[in-house]
């Protein structure tokens, strides 16, 4: 089992910042492909970003590439999103997710999932 808590969330203003955090508990972290994804009322779970056990590689979603970096410390078992520019659309609930092996873009493949953490972001 892995447990998965996200942090950082919260309101902020179009062009503004947030760094989410995802802290994670249970069987060795570094053994786990991990995932952000985000859900908006209304609308399905999409993925945003991923990143490989190693962090070697890291995989963004075309519509947030260059305002999202995604990087985790195996260290301290946790995974970051920072997320810059920021704009009304990118209001969600957003979520860290973890399986092993490869990364996946498909919110299905994830074994393990954290509560959500919500970002609103105001015009």
């Known amino acids: 089992q892995v447990q998965l808590v996200e942090s950082g969330g919260g309101r902020v203003q179009a062009g503004g910042s947030l760094r989410l955090s995802c802290a994670a508990s249970?069987?060795?972290?570094?053994?786990?492909?991990m995932g952000w994804f985000r859900q908006a009322p209304g609308k399905e779970r999409e993925f945003v970003a991923a990143?490989?056990?190693?962090?070697?590689?890291?995989y963004y979603e075309d519509s947030m590439r260059g305002r999202i970096t995604i990087s985790r410390d195996n260290a301290k078992n946790t995974m970051y999103l920072q997320m810059n520019s920021l704009k009304p659309e990118d209001t969600a609930v957003y979520y860290c997710?973890?399986?092993?092996?490869?990364?996946?873009?498909?919110?299905?493949?994830?074994?393990?999932w954290g509560q959500g953490t919500q970002v609103t972001v105001s015009s």
């Open positions: 990143i490989s056990w190693s962090a070697v590689s890291t």
């Open positions: 997710a973890a399986r092993p092996s490869y990364y996946s873009r498909n919110p299905s493949e994830y074994e393990y």
């Open positions: 249970g069987r060795t972290f570094s053994r786990y492909a």
